[in-house]
């Protein structure tokens, strides 16, 4: 007999009909000349039929739109359950570009009116400026009333460097200063508007000519621009909107009066631009471009008295000081440099319901079936035989077996929503026959359908999910992780990747928490929180005290064998004493195959050592052996606590330019120096090299301390990886390739890592100088 499983085709599933013929033809095959009558008449043919009717209700419910099937009771569709995230979580990235950091201040930071950041650069060959960049602030009218200009500049330092990408810092912030452009001009309009009207309309043009305002819209706004929505959502969500690119101007180095002449004239009731003239000095005025000096950005205000715009209309002449004018200008100033409202990312998504269906719920077949049965809700007569009734309770028995596998099908149905989600675990769903009529008679009271769960169907399903985000995923962290301190599993790891996955891609670059590192604790599944120190767990009481108390040896005897032991535990103290161990202790103590309990002695021993340790010792058997799970398990907790890592980044520990640091060397082919200069600053550096004629090779070289004499190239994208060497998971060499293999997956390729494994003691000195920003010169003796 062919052993291949029998399969509903799908397009046999809503034809009741071909449903029953392909039945009837199986039937045949199978039972050959035993049943011959297939008539409609019979029995057997009846019970088919209602089965192939209910085959086809449940094909008419597996039909229904997907949205219809995962609707919750009030029509709405729970985007979490479903494991389903909004378009602004997972479409929107971290910022990465410079116009994504340029969007994220205007949208962040209060008094930013617009924004510029350039590249560090060097004439002179020099690489140490690679990852540096410099930022110029325009600051709004708040901002330049007030002159709050270092408030201003600490908020745009905070959220940079909040969200700066790895490798990269923003060494210099300048904050510009207005520069007051006056105006003279004489303009000739057509006189159809109100003139002041129209005067006002010329002064806006020329306000947002010279620094035009950055718009904040909406995504209705930008689909209407032709925008698509993966380019609408490319890059930092803002809460107040998106920002066109086409809105990031190039920071203007020049006010040129024929570009003004050129905006002023495209209005529609301006005829002719008579002269137009400026002055940065308010005294001299002149048909020429006007230069904007370092650290300024042109500024127009209407207001001063030092500006004469007059429009003439009909040989009337009205300036831009009256009285009616200003009304009538802060109008239109007001409507036209307004911020649009956005789109809310914390809003609630409405788009998400449905039809309510209540797929999982089961209606048995005997409802169905003739009265003639016995088998529906009329049931048998109260005077019909015993064989009779027994004969109805049979027949509803064996259909039980169909109607299970009918009313499972349905609550599978039903609960598709459980099946993708990131909290459940459950995949597989049954539902008690209570629909059945006088089911009560034929099953126990205990009775419950049996659902075999399986950890790898779902853990499946989450793979698929998962991978529609291209985030690499290795089990054999976690599977270590379990054999060794036990409390996870894969299917729980991925779980919670799953909800934290917006987060983690979101940030995926960035340097601080949350990003980069957060990202790579998550795939390593390292417990210890980023900013706490891996040694405190060290600091705290864990392992009893010696009390400077002598070692003593003796010898215990269990079954003939005669055991050596050594102990240093006090006289009459409880706790456990493991002595002078080395750090494997953490390894191999965490093994319960590494301890005996002997007449109340828990013994400890490492592979290799040839002696036992007494770590404990308790009056009876029952307490030494808690003492001895006790000891494992917070040997598991002093790896789980310390397990971590820090980056550093040689970029952040550079001099500043502005520092008399930088040197150069020059030499010939032989390496002899022809000539050397320190203690320059980098722009003094720069131009010194550019004044010389090279005739030999530049080396440059950083001063960093007093005693750090480095090439540049130490600074330049490069990251060292500090890890400890001691939690029982860092003590596998599998694991440590494993997690540097990890690290070069997830970091650019332009970065340079270098890894570091170290003891209790190393990391101590190590995290002093982390954790103390005027300890730089001993963290670069640690890297260099």
Not at 510 to 528: I, K, N, V, W
Request: aromatic fraction near 10%; charged fraction near 25%.
């Amino acid at each position: 007999m062919n052993n291949k499983p029998i399969q509903i085709q799908k397009d046999s599933r809503f034809d009741y009909n071909k449903l029953r013929e392909e039945a009837l033809a199986l039937v045949q095959k199978l039972s050959g000349h035993i049943w011959t009558d297939y008539n409609i008449h019979d029995p057997g043919v009846t019970m088919l039929e209602q089965l192939c009717f209910a085959i086809t209700d449940l094909g008419y419910k597996t039909s229904f739109p997907i949205e219809e099937i995962l609707a919750g009771p009030n029509g709405r569709i729970d985007p979490q359950a479903h494991a389903f995230f909004n378009k602004g979580e997972i479409l929107s990235a971290g910022p990465v570009t410079i116009a994504d950091f340029c969007k994220l201040l205007l949208g962040q930071v209060e008094g930013v009116e617009q924004v510029w950041i350039e590249p560090v650069t060097s004439k002179s060959g020099s690489t140490i400026c690679k990852g540096i960049f410099k930022v110029l602030v325009q600051p709004d009218e708040n901002i330049t009333a007030s002159k709050n200009y270092d408030q201003l500049e600490d908020d745009v330092r905070r959220c940079l460097m909040r969200y700066r990408n790895l490798g990269e810092n923003y060494e210099e912030i300048i904050i510009l200063r207005p520069l007051n452009i006056a105006i003279k001009a004489a303009i000739l309009v057509n006189g159809k508007q109100p003139v002041k009207e129209t005067l006002a309309y010329i002064c806006n043009t020329i306000e947002q000519t010279i620094h035009p305002p950055v718009r904040f819209l909406s995504e209705a706004e930008l689909l209407a621009m032709n925008k698509t929505t993966d380019e609408i959502y490319s890059g930092p969500l803002l809460s107040g909107g998106f920002i066109p690119d086409e809105d990031l101007k190039p920071r203007r180095i020049q006010v040129d009066p024929a570009e003004l002449t050129k905006a002023i004239s495209s209005l529609d009731d301006v005829l002719q631009v008579k002269y137009l003239y400026l002055s940065s000095d308010e005294k001299n005025f002149r048909n020429k471009p006007v230069q904007i000096p370092a650290g300024y950005f042109p500024s127009v205000d209407i207001s001063n008295n030092t500006n004469d715009i007059s429009i003439i209309s009909d040989q009337v002449e009205h300036h831009s000081q009256d009285a009616l004018f200003w009304n009538v200008f802060e109008r239109i100033k007001e409507v036209r440099k307004r911020h649009y409202t956005g789109q809310q990312v914390a809003m609630a998504d409405t788009s998400l319901q449905s039809v309510f269906r209540d797929l999982g719920r089961y209606y048995s077949i005997q409802h169905f079936f003739p009265a003639i049965y016995g088998i529906g809700h009329e049931g048998i007569p109260r005077d019909a035989p015993r064989e009779r009734k027994a004969q109805a309770r049979q027949l509803k028995g064996y259909l039980l077996f169909f109607e299970q596998i009918l009313a499972n099908y349905s609550a599978q149905l039903g609960n598709i929503p459980h099946i993708f989600s990131p909290s459940k675990t459950q995949t597989r769903f049954t539902q008690a026959l209570t629909d059945v009529p006088g089911v009560e008679d034929l099953l126990s009271p205990d009775y419950e359908p049996l659902a075999v769960q399986s950890d790898a169907s779902k853990e499946a399903i989450l793979d698929h999910l998962l991978a529609r985000f291209n985030l690499p995923l290795l089990p054999y962290p976690i599977t270590l992780y379990q054999r060794l301190y036990g409390g996870i599993t894969t299917l729980a790891w991925k779980q919670n990747l799953l909800k934290k996955l917006p987060a983690l891609m979101y940030a995926r670059l960035q340097a601080e928490a949350g990003g980069y590192q957060e990202t790579l604790r998550q795939l390593l599944y390292m417990q210890r929180e980023q900013g706490e120190r891996l040694t405190d767990v060290f600091e705290q009481s864990h392992l009893g005290t010696t009390n400077e108390h002598p070692s003593e040896q003796f010898t215990l005897h269990e079954g003939g064998e005669i055991i050596h032991v050594v102990s240093e535990i006090p006289p009459d103290q409880e706790g456990y004493y493991f002595g002078h161990q080395p750090l494997n202790l953490l390894r191999h103590g965490i093994e319960p195959a590494h301890y005996r309990v002997v007449q109340g002695y828990v013994l400890y021993k490492a592979p290799g050592q040839r002696i036992w340790q007494a770590v404990a010792k308790h009056s009876n058997h029952d307490d030494a052996l808690a003492a001895k799970e006790s000891m494992i398990r917070h040997l598991k907790d002093i790896s789980i606590q310390s397990e971590g890592f820090y980056i550093v980044e040689h970029i952040l520990l550079k001099p500043s330019f502005k520092d008399p640091v930088y040197g150069y060397r020059v030499k010939n082919r032989r390496g002899e120096i022809l000539k050397e200069e320190q203690r320059l600053t980098f722009a003094e550096r720069e131009a010194a090299i550019a004044g010389l004629d090279i005739n030999g090779q530049i080396e440059f070289f950083v001063m960093a301390t007093p005693w750090h004499v480095l090439p540049e190239s130490f600074f330049k994208f490069n990251i060292t990886v500090v890890l400890p060497g001691w939690p029982a998971r860092c003590q596998y060499e599998e694991f440590r390739r494993f997690t540097e293999s990890l690290f070069r997956d997830l970091t650019p390729p332009q970065y340079k890592l270098k890894f570091r494994w170290l003891g209790v003691n190393d990391m101590r000195s190590f995290e002093a100088a982390y954790f103390n920003p005027n300890n730089k010169d001993k963290l670069l003796d640690f890297l260099a």
